[in-house]
T-cell receptor, first 115, second 113 residues
Framework: EAGVAQSPRYKIIEKRQSVAFWCNPI?????LYWYQQILGQGPKLLIQ????????DSQLPKDRFSAERLKGVDSTLKIQPAKLEDSAVYLC?????????????FGPGTRLTVL | AQSVAQPEDQVNVAEGNPLTVKCTYS??????LFWYVQYPNRGLQFLLK??????LVKGSYGFEAEFNKSQTSFHLKKPSALVSDSALYFC???????????FGAGTRLAVHP
């Protein structure tokens, strides 16, 4: 079974530039998550999709971050414009359902450096 | 509000010795508890979870965890540590339903030969 795929693996940009990350979840998984992991901290949920609908985006900085999952499969997370404090690893995860007892499967992450 | 505390930034143990990585949680209602491991430049890998039932949960790579409701703890254990167990370990809790997963700050485990 193929795992969660993410690209790119690394990205370096200057502040005020824009950047986009892509995620392809495990086949058949209805729920997709985007997390932000700042160095020295645990992952923090940015947004959760159930199929192509948003379940939770309460911690997404909506003035600069956006995400979509148009066909209920792969997803894109965008930052525009980027700030220095956005430097982090962005993790995508998927699960068979959004219920709290289901484990999540994580991709390798995208390490973003904002200069 | 849900929260997770991992009181130790780092745990050092000699190979062959038992290891414990501590986790305490706060959640309203019955908790769903998880342990994940992160190796360098890789995403998180699921180790084990507690949903209900037996308080001792067994998971991957010989790890186990004990759920203690009165102490609101879910400590990760292994009887005999390997150098290859060296990694970053995260405890996480969900309050059930569609509640999101809240992660602790992580504990770095260093197993020395």
């Amino acid at each position: 079974e193929a795992g969660v795929a993410q690209s790119p693996r690394y990205k370096i940009i200057e502040k005020r530039q824009s950047v986009a990350f892509w995620c392809n979840p495990i086949s058949g998984h209805a729920t997709l998550y985007w997390y932000q992991q700042i160095l020295g901290q645990g992952p923090k949920l940015l947004i959760q999709f159930q199929n192509n609908g948003v379940v939770d985006d309460s911690q997404l900085p909506k003035d600069r971050f956006s995400a979509e999952r148009l066909k209920g499969v792969d997803s894109t997370l965008k930052i525009q414009p980027a700030k220095l404090e956005d430097s982090a690893v962005y993790l995508c995860a998927s699960s068979s359902s959004g219920r709290g007892h289901n484990e999540q499967f994580f991709g390798p992450g995208t390490r973003l450096t904002v200069l | 509000a849900q929260s997770v505390a991992q009181p130790e930034d780092q745990v050092n143990v000699a190979e062959g010795n038992p290891l414990t990585v501590k986790c305490t949680y706060s959640v309203s209602g019955n908790p769903y508890l998880f342990w994940y491991v992160q190796y360098p430049n890789r995403g998180l890998q699921f180790l084990l979870k507690y949903i209900t039932g037996d308080n001792l949960v067994k998971g991957s790579y010989g790890f186990e965890a004990e759920f203690n409701k009165s102490q609101t703890s879910f400590h990760l254990k292994k009887p005999s540590a390997l150098v290859s167990d060296s990694a970053l370990y995260f405890c996480a809790v969900s309050g059930g339903g569609y509640n999101k997963l809240i992660f602790g700050a992580g504990t770095r485990l260093a197993v020395h030969p």
